[in-house]
């Protein structure tokens, strides 16, 4: 009869980045580039009651709902975080990112900071990064450049952005947004770096579980 292979169960870690910035701060590009080049880094995408602009994707960039399901959707507790931003609704899909950790991936939540503050409340295990923009008026010209909202719009989004920027000192890390190549490349440096950190725990666990310690 052969024999069989003792196999011991490998332990993995996944890892929650959380990435926040003021609307118009860069984020989502930058965050659109770090997936597509980390095919390791799952984006949870989050819902929305906000109406779509006109290159976005369903499922892609948000799940576009109406106001009431997604209150019925709160209620139903599907959300791990959920905040009205802007006066419309966004939200953490729970299932979505408890699948996607059991399963070992890393993923990556783009919320404001609001969401932030509710997840660090849960004490949940996380890696947390503002992206700041380099200064009021660069995030002023960003807001008005990109044209997707009108004059009132922008100007609650940058009166939002003071408030936002007050909790940049919580997170654990902080970066300024010059360039999105030289932002991509400091996030990529600290994905890789706590990576490590929270592999740490598997790589001694199969250390010493190989080795007869005395
Ligand atoms: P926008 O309307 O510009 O796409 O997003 C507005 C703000 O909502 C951004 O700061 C974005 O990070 C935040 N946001 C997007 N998804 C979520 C979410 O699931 N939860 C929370 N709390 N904020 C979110």
Redesign the pocket.
């Known amino acids: 009869m052969a024999k069989r292979k003792k196999v011991t169960k490998k332990k993995k870690h996944s890892v929650l980045f959380i990435?926040?910035?003021?609307?118009g701060g860069g984020?989502?590009t930058v965050r659109k580039v770090l997936v597509k080049k980390d095919r390791k880094l799952v984006y949870i995408v989050?819902?929305?009651s906000?109406p779509k602009?006109p290159k976005e994707q369903n499922r892609r960039?948000?799940v576009f709902i109406k106001k009431n399901v997604f209150q019925r959707a709160i209620r139903n507790e599907a959300?791990l975080?959920?905040?009205l931003?802007?006066g419309?609704y966004?939200?953490?899909p729970k299932r979505e990112l408890v699948r996607r950790l059991a399963r070992g991936q890393d993923c990556l939540?783009?919320?404001?900071t609001?969401?932030?503050m509710?997840i660090k409340k849960l004490r949940l295990p996380c890696v947390s990064i503002f992206i700041l923009p380099p200064s009021r008026s660069v995030l002023a010209q960003r807001l008005t450049e990109r044209k997707?909202d009108t004059k009132d719009v922008i100007k609650k989004?940058l009166k939002n952005a003071e408030k936002?920027v007050k909790y940049s000192s919580l997170y654990n890390y902080v970066v300024i947004n010059r360039t999105v190549a030289q932002t991509v490349r400091t996030i990529e440096q600290i994905i890789f770096t706590e990576r490590l950190k929270y592999k740490k725990k598997d790589l001694i666990y199969g250390y010493v579980s190989s080795r007869k310690i005395s």
């Open positions: 990435l926040s910035s003021p609307s984020k989502t989050s819902h929305t906000r602009r960039d948000y959300f975080e959920w905040a931003v802007h419309h966004y939200g953490t939540l783009d919320i404001d609001k969401g932030f509710k997707t989004r936002e």
